[in-house]
């Protein structure tokens, strides 16, 4: 596994990248989706989760629930062990085991593609296993003080230590400009995490957007069943839509989507979030002009900032900015050079 060095605990860690590809496109990857792969529930923790929520909702009234896709592990469909992101060890030997059981890591599997010569235009390269969770239960496990004790036990009553824990699959986007430019947004007080801090654009994909008429209450996977390629494509085009919504940009501005890799932000018990990145045929002038002219959710940055692409490659922790990223923003950075990099 590839982590940040830093004085503090490990921020953001990368789980997969998809280098040896240069990235992928959304004709690449499929999911599977089951309710096998929800977080565990225990009735005295659903109970705990219920208790938070009802404070939080006191002292928030604002937020609600959501329905979220919940990563429970990653199948990489490949070839040879030279070009397995992340599973290579002492001496070259294939340790997929040991990273499915690392302490505070969504699972990562590995298995042989069936095709023998190399990637072809339509050949799925990866495979997202996807239960249902909520913000209520992210809140109350992930963003938890009692996160790392949800952990302990997921791991020793269960062997896995995110079990017990909502892991909703969030989307980012390192979007670059017509004239070579990175996109970066200064995170206002009024958001829930990482306040003051640099960020990409990014959220999470929505089930809602697949079930017509459902409440969030209601929608469950059976009513997902069959909508597999649908879910696919709600993941690519929600990290357009989230940067629509807070640079507001057109989307008739933005190329196709090419996913880098899943990071993990261990501020919040190892949440992934799939980073992609994005091409905008704006210059940074642009763009600019347009994110201050205010889109729909303007209120969840104060500024916008612009890195060359060539420093974004050269920014790691020992850069001066590094420390004015928010860890979504590093886990990004990170899969963003690994991929160009390789």
Request: net charge negative; with cysteine; proline share 5%.
């Amino acid at each position: 596994m590839e982590f940040v060095n830093s004085r503090k605990e490990h921020e953001v860690s990368v789980m997969l990248h998809c280098a040896p590809w240069r990235g992928l496109r959304e004709q690449h990857v499929q999911v599977e989706l089951s309710a096998r792969f929800n977080r565990h529930s225990i009735s005295h923790i659903d109970q705990q989760i219920e208790t938070q929520w009802s404070q939080r909702i006191a002292e928030e009234p604002w937020i609600f629930n959501g329905a979220k896709f919940r990563l429970h592990s990653a199948i990489i469909i490949d070839q040879t062990p030279e070009t397995l992101p992340n599973c290579v060890c002492d001496g070259g030997e294939l340790q997929s085991e040991r990273i499915s059981q690392e302490p505070g890591f969504t699972h990562l599997k590995v298995e042989p593609s069936k095709q023998k010569d190399g990637c072809q235009k339509d050949e799925i390269r990866l495979c997202l296993q996807l239960g249902l969770t909520c913000y209520k239960d992210y809140l109350g496990t992930n963003w938890s003080r009692d996160a790392k004790v949800l952990q302990r036990r997921g791991q020793d009553e269960f062997g896995d230590p995110q079990v017990l824990l909502a892991q909703p699959l969030g989307v980012g986007a390192v979007m670059t400009t017509a004239d070579h430019q990175v996109v970066l947004l200064r995170r206002s007080q009024r958001v829930a995490e990482a306040t003051g801090l640099l960020d990409i654009p990014g959220g999470h994909p929505e089930p809602k957007t697949l079930c017509e008429g459902a409440s969030e209450a209601c929608i469950s996977i059976d009513l997902l069943r069959g909508k597999e390629k649908a879910v696919v494509a709600e993941i690519f085009m929600s990290v357009c839509a989230e940067i629509r919504d807070e640079v507001n940009v057109p989307l008739s501005s933005l190329g196709e989507p090419v996913l880098l890799g899943i990071a993990l932000n261990h501020t919040s018990a190892g949440r992934p979030s799939a980073e992609f990145c994005v091409r905008c045929s704006l210059t940074a002038k642009e763009v600019q002009e347009f994110y201050w002219r205010g889109g729909p959710e303007a209120h969840e940055s104060t500024d916008i900032m612009f890195l060359t692409e060539k420093d974004l490659l050269c920014l790691d922790e020992s850069a001066p900015l590094w420390s004015e990223l928010c860890p979504s923003a590093k886990g990004a950075v990170m899969l963003y050079r690994k991929v160009m990099d390789f």
